[in-house]
Nanobody, 126 residues
């Protein structure tokens, strides 16, 4: 199971970014894909999750209404559209695979530790 996040960058508060998570090495729609982030000096936290089987989604309260996750199964890719970004959204963003058809939640223990790839840095300036 291999995942690689990309698409990070520097953006002003109120701006938008779209992250991509490219998957390989497994049957894509056998897994749910989660997005996580880690700010400097803070623990990694869950942001969103999507079932690539039926498209159902789950979001952390802090990003509801601003972030949208989607999947393109033909490309084995999951996206995270981030709108109205805030400085507190700054951090390294990672994607990870949950070995289940549907999202169980955003706790780290649901996700395959071997699937974490290198993250992508998002910096939101005020």
């Amino acid at each position: 199971v291999q995942l690689q996040a990309s698409g990070g960058g520097l953006v002003q508060a109120g701006g938008s970014l779209r992250l991509s998570c490219a998957a390989s090495g497994f049957t894509f729609d056998d897994y749910a894909i989660g997005w996580f982030r880690q700010a400097p000096g803070r623990a990694r936290e869950g942001v969103s999750c999507i079932s690539t089987l039926d498209g159902s989604t789950y979001y952390a309260d802090s990003v509801k209404g601003r972030f949208t996750t989607s999947s393109d199964n033909a490309k084995n890719t999951v996206y995270l559209q981030m709108n109205n970004l805030k400085p507190e959204d700054t951090g390294v963003y990672y994607c990870a695979a949950e070995p289940d058809y549907y999202c169980s939640g955003l706790d780290l223990h649901y996700y395959d530790m071997d699937s974490w790839g290198k993250g992508t840095l998002v910096t939101v300036s005020s």
